[in-house]
């Protein structure tokens, strides 16, 4: 069964630090990957994905993500912080099968960003 | 504006007053589905609907009733609410082409005393 994890439940970082949020995934084929965010009080919406093609993916607001297939991780990094990115962070895996795929959710990444 | 409206944001009720909260879309997505959030567990999936008329469980299911009669809504229903079932609900659509993204809704905040 298709599962995902994330490193960290909370993070902390200063502005201007490099962002690094954690996940990996277990799939028994390969998969479509996805990042979202979620800004208090506010539903999730989508920072990148990746389906198929290039294995570096690029976001909104300057997040990028790798798809390491060896290492079966999806990790999100942007460069520098800055204090709007402070929100919870969803890593997300859809399995490819031949009728229905199903989207499973990591359980998440809050991020603090330091003054 | 592409948009999933979900309502009520908030809601307070007590123990067995059956409630609904309701969701539209208006990106004629065939695929919706609800999930339900609660710290340290994510975002678990109680139901979802490929299509009108097509509805099947997630991984929560118990205590939940949907139906879909028209493509863009999808409201869940609780017949008879209990404190286990606080939490925040999200609303999601999707089309069914595999490799696209979920549009969520704001959420509905619900605490059942």
Same mark, same amino acid.
């Given at each position: +069964?298709?599962?995902?994890?994330?490193?960290?439940?909370?993070?902390?970082?200063?502005?201007? +630090? $490099?962002?690094?949020?954690?996940?990996?995934?277990?799939?028994?084929?390969?998969?479509?990957?996805?990042?979202?965010?979620?800004?208090?009080?506010?539903?999730?919406? $989508?920072?990148?994905?990746?389906?198929?093609?290039?294995?570096?993916?690029?976001?909104?607001?300057?997040?990028?993500?790798?798809?390491?297939?060896?290492?079966?991780?999806?990790?999100?990094?942007?460069?520098?912080?800055?204090?709007?990115?402070?929100?919870?962070?969803?890593? +997300?895996?859809?399995?490819?099968?031949?009728?229905?795929?199903?989207?499973?959710?990591?359980?998440?990444?809050? $991020?603090?960003?330091?003054? | 504006?592409?948009?999933?409206?979900?309502?009520?944001?908030?809601?307070?009720?007590?123990?067995?007053?059956? $409630?609904?909260?309701?969701?539209?879309?208006?990106?004629?997505?065939?695929?919706?589905?609800?999930?339900?959030?609660?710290?340290?567990?994510?975002?678990?999936?109680?139901?979802?609907?490929?299509?009108?008329?097509?509805?099947?469980?997630?991984?929560?299911?118990?205590?939940?009733?949907?139906?879909?009669?028209?493509?863009?809504?999808?409201?869940?229903?609780?017949?008879?609410?209990?404190?286990?079932?606080?939490?925040?609900?999200?609303? +999601?659509?999707?089309?069914?082409?595999?490799?696209?993204?979920?549009?969520?809704?704001?959420?509905?905040?619900?605490?059942?005393?």
């Amino acid at each position: +069964a298709q599962s995902v994890t994330q490193l960290g439940s909370h993070v902390s970082v200063s502005e201007g +630090a $490099l962002v690094l949020l954690r996940c990996n995934y277990s799939s028994s084929v390969p998969p479509y990957l996805f990042w979202y965010v979620q800004y208090p009080n506010q539903g999730l919406q $989508l920072l990148l994905k990746y389906t198929t093609g290039a294995t570096l993916v690029k976001g909104i607001n300057g997040f990028e993500a790798e798809f390491k297939k060896s290492e079966t991780s999806f990790h999100l990094t942007k460069p520098s912080a800055h204090m709007s990115d402070a929100a919870e962070y969803f890593c +997300a895996v859809s399995e490819v099968k031949t009728s229905y795929d199903k989207v499973i959710f990591g359980p998440g990444t809050s $991020l603090s960003v330091i003054p | 504006e592409a948009q999933v409206t979900q309502n009520p944001r908030y809601l307070i009720t007590v123990t067995g007053k059956k $409630l609904t909260v309701t969701c539209s879309q208006n990106m004629n997505h065939e695929y919706m589905s609800w999930y339900r959030q609660d710290p340290g567990l994510g975002l678990r999936q109680i139901y979802y609907s490929m299509n009108v008329e097509v509805t099947d469980k997630g991984d929560v299911p118990e205590g939940y009733k949907v139906s879909r009669k028209e493509k863009r809504n999808f409201p869940l229903i609780l017949e008879s609410p209990s404190p286990n079932q606080t939490s925040l609900y999200f609303c +999601a659509s999707r089309s069914n082409r595999r490799n696209t993204e979920a549009f969520f809704g704001q959420g509905t905040r619900l605490t059942v005393v």
